[in-house]
């Protein structure tokens, strides 16, 4: 199963967005042949990682932009989920919401996950985890207490607002974080799978969650403060492949 992010940047003329987003839907796979809008190995398409567009905090222009990808990609391939990559802060237009953001700079980014994510060419909205990144000044336990207001709001969200999916699409924990023990990464794992098992075991909207990230031996050069390789931590193994296997119980 693939998860691909389309473009890695925001295009300021949608037409070279356009352009991209054709020429990666209608690439064929040099090995099978078969053209990545008909490849059935690939999961979904992310539109884009991360967006911001602090230009516009009123989250008009990043909206647009969202509206018209979506389309597009949409009118390519109809095959695959679509989803636009949000971080998941809330914007103006949530003002509800604003109190659940780790700090006021989050919403005049130019996002707002409620709004990006109800379209309806995005089949399930996304929405990362990375406490440590956000906060600066907060210690680890009331990161996690931080961790599951965050989850519980979006999964309500999902629930309520947008009857649609919501993906934790990536969740981490720095190892340069002051007094950083690889236990730390396990409690943050814990609390996130445990909520998505129980989101999961109600049939309500947050049912998934992927770690950035795991690696296998002799992928260094490409790791960065995140990444793990889950069989030299019997942990951590643990504690994924459990929650595979109950998630897997309940379907």
């Known amino acids: 199963m693939h998860f691909f992010s389309l473009p890695s940047l925001l295009y ?23 053209e990545y809008r008909n490849d059935p190995t690939i999961f979904a398409w992310e539109l884009i990682n991360e967006p911001r567009c602090m230009s516009d905090p009123s989250g008009d ?85 931080f961790v599951t207001k965050w989850m519980l709001s979006h999964i309500e969200d999902g629930d309520k607002e947008l009857n649609k999916p919501v993906f934790f699409t990536e969740y981490g924990l720095s190892n340069l974080i002051k007094g950083f023990e690889p236990s730390l990464r396990d409690k943050l794992y814990k609390t996130i799978l445990d909520i998505v098992y129980k989101s999961a075991k109600r049939k309500r909207s947050g049912a998934g969650a992927l770690i950035w990230q795991l690696f296998v031996e002799g992928m260094e050069e490409y790791n ?22 109950r998630l897997g119980r309940i379907s």
């Open 61 to 145: 222009t990043l909206q647009d932009w969202i509206d018209e990808m979506s389309a597009f990609v949409k009118s390519i391939d109809k095959k695959h989920l679509v989803t636009v990559g949000l971080e998941g802060f809330y914007g103006p237009k949530s003002p509800k919401r604003l109190t659940v953001n780790p700090e006021m700079w989050a919403s005049a980014l130019g996002s707002d996950f409620i709004r990006n994510s109800n379209n309806d060419n995005i089949d399930f909205a996304s929405v990362h985890i990375y406490p440590d990144h956000w906060f600066h000044d907060l210690e680890f336990e009331d990161n996690l207490k």
């Open 12 to 34: 300021v003329f949608s037409l070279q967005s356009i352009s991209l987003f054709q020429t990666v839907l209608t690439r064929k796979n040099t090995i099978t042949g078969v």
């Open 224 to 245: 960065d403060d995140f990444g793990i390789v889950p069989w030299e931590r019997t942990s951590t193994y643990k504690l994924l492949t459990e929650q595979s296997c």
